[in-house]
């Protein structure tokens, strides 16, 4: 089993730049979230989904929109790139709400 | 507001002997707390979880965690530890149907 798989692992930007990271899981988990690691800091939330056709805001939201495609797809985008938004992205994934219990391997992104 | 902290950035600790990794927290309900570890460069892998009950929480690979109500901590612990335990450990905590707020986490060095 794949678990959670995210695409790309490496991605290197320009300021302004746009981008999709993709996220899929094959786990029928209803809900589904987007976190970034930055360095010294625990995980934050980006944004979820609780369940298939509903998404929310997190704690940190701004410069990012998300789209909850079907069941197993959740994708973040990066509408116009900014150096603050250089970070590991994290999507994850859970059969009830609030508790993610698989995560990817992570995106790894750099905006220069 | 909700929070969790992690007084230790790095524990060493010879292999075989005791481990403890520290978390305390501060909610303003009845806290559902979590430990979570990461391997390098991948995602999360939950470890254990409190919601109610027995105030000695086991998990996976013989981790186990102690939930004190009057210290406001949940400490993860095991017995004996190995080397492979070496990670990055991660505390975390939610009340009610909010989202999880994570701890700046404990690298953990188990020492041959």
């Given at each position: 089993n794949a678990g959670v798989t995210q695409t790309p692992k490496f991605q290197v930007l320009k300021t302004g730049q746009s981008m999709t990271l993709q996220c899929a899981q094959d786990?029928?988990?209803n809900s589904m979230y987007w976190y970034r690691q930055d360095p010294g800091m625990g995980l934050r939330l980006i944004y979820y989904s609780a369940s298939e056709g509903t998404t929310d805001k997190g704690e940190v939201p701004n410069g990012y929109n998300v789209s909850r495609?079907?069941?197993r797809e959740f994708s973040l985008r990066l509408e116009s790139a900014a150096p603050s938004q250089t970070s590991v992205y994290f999507c994850a994934s859970s059969d009830?709400?609030?508790?993610?219990?698989h995560f990817g391997d992570g995106t790894r992104l750099s905006i220069l | 507001a909700q929070s969790v902290a992690q007084p230790e950035d790095q524990v060493n600790v010879a292999e075989g002997n005791p481990l403890t990794v520290k978390c305390t927290y501060s909610v303003s309900g009845n806290p559902y707390l979590f430990w979570y570890v990461q391997y390098p460069n991948r995602g999360l892998q939950f470890l254990l979880k409190y919601?109610?009950?027995?105030?000695l929480v086991k998990g996976s690979y013989g981790f186990e965690a102690e939930f004190n109500k009057s210290q406001t901590s949940f400490h993860l612990k095991k017995p004996s530890a190995l080397v492979s335990d070496s990670a990055l450990y991660f505390c975390a905590v939610r009340t009610g149907a909010n989202n999880l707020f994570f701890g700046t986490g404990t690298r953990l060095t188990v020492i041959p």
């Open positions: 786990m029928n988990h495609l079907n069941k009830a709400f609030g508790q993610p219990q | 919601i109610t009950g027995d105030n």
